[in-house]
T-cell receptor, first 108, second 113 residues
Framework: GQQVMQIPQYQHVQEGEDFTTYCNSS?????IQWYKQRPGGHPVFLIQ?????EVKKQKRLTFQFGEAKKNSSLHITATQTTDVGTYFC????????FGAGTRLTVKP | DAGVIQSPRHEVTEMGQEVTLRCKPI?????LFWYRQTMMRGLELLIY????????DSGMPEDRFSAKMPNASFSTLKIQPSEPRDSAVYFC???????????FGQGTRLTVV
């Protein structure tokens, strides 16, 4: 299956700062999904992007899918302590292989 | 629906023992995935099934690992014999169709001593 690379591995921010994580694939993806895993929890689906160049927003979260459908990003504006967790992308054909994830910590 | 149900939630076993992890997917879901999560290796796909048939088991570490799905409502992941390096959290996930959101179980935390 395809491999997706995710950066950065860790990100520590002050509450109120912005945060971005990036996901890259060497092959074109049919779609991409983003998940969030709280500490001690399980991954929970956030969103799916399907179209080239697609942008979706969920409150302070903005998701983008690249024009070539090989990369994606998740941007959080004005982080809050509730944003703490690990954010994963999954390049989604029929299998569902996850990137390494970006662990976000937020200092109050 | 109660969601994806995994059992046990925690398992501590001695090296060399057989371990069986269980998963009940959401009713109607035709895809089932097994993952292993560790700090070093992240969230690894071990195997996935479609309509109870194993499609890709290339992520299964070695012959000590085996997975079955005898029917649409039950799957097992077996490790025999277990080793300390198998210690991890094992997640099961299910979804309907090929490109929909996946629902994860609470996971089984396995410790092999």
């Amino acid at each position: 299956g395809q491999q997706v690379m995710q950066i950065p591995q860790y990100q520590h921010v002050q509450e109120g700062e912005d945060f971005t994580t990036y996901c890259n694939s060497s092959t074109t993806l049919s779609n991409i999904q983003w998940y969030k895993q709280r500490p001690g929890g399980h991954p929970v689906f956030l969103i799916q992007l399907v179209k080239s160049g697609e942008v979706k927003k969920q409150k302070r979260l903005t998701f983008q899918f690249g024009e070539a459908k090989k990369n994606s990003s998740l941007h959080i504006t004005a982080t809050q302590t509730t944003d703490v967790g690990t954010y994963f992308c999954a390049g989604n054909n029929n299998d569902m292989r996850f990137g390494a994830g970006t662990r976000l910590t937020v200092k109050p | 629906d109660a969601g994806v149900i995994q059992s046990p939630r925690h398992e501590v076993t001695e090296m060399g023992q057989e371990v069986t992890l269980r998963c009940k997917p959401i009713s109607g879901h035709d895809y089932l995935f097994w993952y292993r999560q560790t700090m070093m290796r992240g969230l690894e796909l071990l195997i996935y099934f479609n309509n109870n048939v194993p499609i890709d088991d290339s992520g299964m570490p070695e012959d000590r690992f085996s997975a079955k799905m005898p029917n649409a409502s039950f799957s097992t992941l077996k490790i025999q014999p277990s080793e300390p390096r198998d210690s991890a959290v094992y997640f099961c996930a299910s979804r309907t169709g090929g490109s929909t959101e996946a629902f994860f179980g609470q996971g089984t935390r396995l410790t092999v001593v």
